[in-house]
């Protein structure tokens, strides 16, 4: 396969780059001192901070709703279990007041009087064995209605335990989808103060080369499901990056290895973290295609390797799901689902 050596930062940092080779070498002809920094180049980097943050915010949002889904699927299940135990309680009290009733209207005398005024003894001690049983029946019919009845205790505790955890979710995942717009919406600003000739060159650099299908080599993937898991994130080149999206009409970084790997029938966990941890880590030499590589120290981004020292991801806003070099970012660590 392909060397894996460190590579130049893509997008608009290799733009940049170039950009100051020549605006260096032109202010060496004229004996001038370029400065090591621009507004513009501040401009950029503030944006490029703020879109990382941004990202590290989507994956807790990410995270926190797929809690909440889990508590709302449990606080359902709950629901559904406690109408059940109520309905089978109610049919037995209403089983044990029959019951009851019909003895009461029997009589309910004294058994050795009803004996002596019997004129079937016979009959009589018959009628009261059957009777001693039926109340036996009863006795235990008692006895479970209420274990019935602390078992539903228990179950609405809990329940209202899991409502109380979902109210909580939800103001998590609340609070990261805030700042997850206030960071982008900062980024947004930053770039509209970019002059038009300054933000056409930020997205030419952004975009450079990835119109374009890399070589992959003759690499195959490990298994059925990783080719599969592939040709899915193949076909999502082009489609937007959205924040919080897994597919199929827009992505998040997580979101699109979700998907990719989820059209070849493996469930993988929402987050980019939990991937991260889905499969055998592998060291980046030995990279396959299909693998999941994330990047940083918090695995806050994840791409797809597809061969030949090039992934596929959902980079941020504004640039839609493309090829990278596996190199782009720091901390890259690769697992085989």
Request: charged share 25%; aromatic share 6%; net charge positive.
């Given at each position: 396969?392909?060397?894996?050596?460190?590579?130049?930062?893509?997008?608009?940092?290799?733009?940049?780059?170039?950009?100051?080779?020549?605006?260096?070498?032109?202010?060496?002809?004229?004996?001038?001192?370029?400065?090591?920094?621009?507004?513009?180049?501040?401009?950029?980097?503030?944006?490029?901070?703020?879109?990382?943050?941004?990202?590290?915010?989507?994956?807790?949002?990410?995270?926190?709703?797929?809690?909440?889904?889990?508590?709302?699927?449990?606080?359902?299940?709950?629901?559904?279990?406690?109408?059940?135990?109520?309905?089978?309680?109610?049919?037995?009290?209403?089983?044990?007041?029959?019951?009851?009733?019909?003895?009461?209207?029997?009589?309910?005398?004294?058994?050795?009087?009803?004996?002596?005024?019997?004129?079937?003894?016979?009959?009589?001690?018959?009628?009261?064995?059957?009777?001693?049983?039926?109340?036996?029946?009863?006795?235990?019919?008692?006895?479970?209605?209420?274990d019935a009845m602390r078992a539903l205790a228990q179950e609405r505790a809990e329940a209202a335990g899991k409502l109380v955890e979902l109210e909580k979710s939800r103001k998590v995942v609340a609070s990261h989808k805030r700042t997850v717009e206030r960071k982008l919406a900062q980024a947004r600003r930053l770039l509209n103060s970019l002059t038009q000739a300054d933000r056409a060159a930020y997205d030419r650099a952004s975009r450079s080369g990835r119109d374009v299908m890399p070589d992959f080599g003759n690499l195959v993937a490990p298994s059925g499901r990783a080719a599969a898991a592939v040709a899915a994130a193949h076909s999502a080149l082009?489609?937007?990056?959205?924040?919080?999206?897994?597919?199929?009409?827009?992505?998040?970084?997580?979101?699109?290895?979700?998907?990719?790997?989820?059209?070849?029938?493996?469930?993988?966990?929402?987050?980019?973290?939990?991937?991260?941890?889905?499969?055998?880590?592998?060291?980046?030499?030995?990279?396959?295609?299909?693998?999941?590589?994330?990047?940083?120290?918090?695995?806050?981004?994840?791409?797809?390797?597809?061969?030949?020292?090039?992934?596929?991801?959902?980079?941020?806003?504004?640039?839609?799901?493309?090829?990278?070099?596996?190199?782009?970012?720091?901390?890259?660590?690769?697992?085989?689902?």
């Amino acid at each position: 396969m392909g060397s894996h050596r460190r590579l130049a930062p893509s997008g608009f940092d290799r733009g940049a780059g170039a950009a100051l080779c020549v605006m260096s070498a032109a202010a060496t002809a004229l004996g001038v001192v370029p400065a090591t920094a621009t507004p513009h180049d501040d401009t950029r980097a503030k944006v490029d901070r703020l879109y990382e943050e941004a990202e590290k915010a989507t994956e807790a949002y990410n995270k926190a709703d797929e809690r909440a889904d889990k508590l709302r699927k449990q606080v359902g299940d709950a629901q559904d279990r406690i109408a059940r135990q109520q309905e089978s309680i109610n049919s037995m009290r209403d089983a044990l007041g029959s019951l009851a009733g019909a003895q009461y209207r029997s009589g309910g005398i004294d058994p050795s009087l009803a004996l002596l005024l019997s004129d079937d003894p016979a009959d009589y001690l018959d009628k009261a064995a059957r009777i001693a049983r039926i109340s036996a029946h009863q006795a235990g019919e008692l006895e479970d209605l209420q274990d019935a009845m602390r078992a539903l205790a228990q179950e609405r505790a809990e329940a209202a335990g899991k409502l109380v955890e979902l109210e909580k979710s939800r103001k998590v995942v609340a609070s990261h989808k805030r700042t997850v717009e206030r960071k982008l919406a900062q980024a947004r600003r930053l770039l509209n103060s970019l002059t038009q000739a300054d933000r056409a060159a930020y997205d030419r650099a952004s975009r450079s080369g990835r119109d374009v299908m890399p070589d992959f080599g003759n690499l195959v993937a490990p298994s059925g499901r990783a080719a599969a898991a592939v040709a899915a994130a193949h076909s999502a080149l082009g489609k937007p990056y959205i924040w919080g999206a897994n597919g199929p009409s827009g992505f998040d970084c997580s979101g699109l290895i979700q998907w990719s790997y989820a059209q070849a029938g493996v469930s993988l966990p929402r987050t980019s973290q939990g991937q991260r941890y889905a499969g055998q880590q592998v060291p980046l030499s030995e990279a396959q295609p299909g693998d999941v590589v994330t990047y940083r120290g918090d695995a806050s981004h994840v791409g797809m390797y597809v061969g030949n020292g090039q992934v596929i991801h959902a980079p941020y806003p504004g640039a839609p799901v493309r090829y990278d070099p596996v190199g782009m970012m720091p901390g890259a660590t690769v697992t085989r689902v």
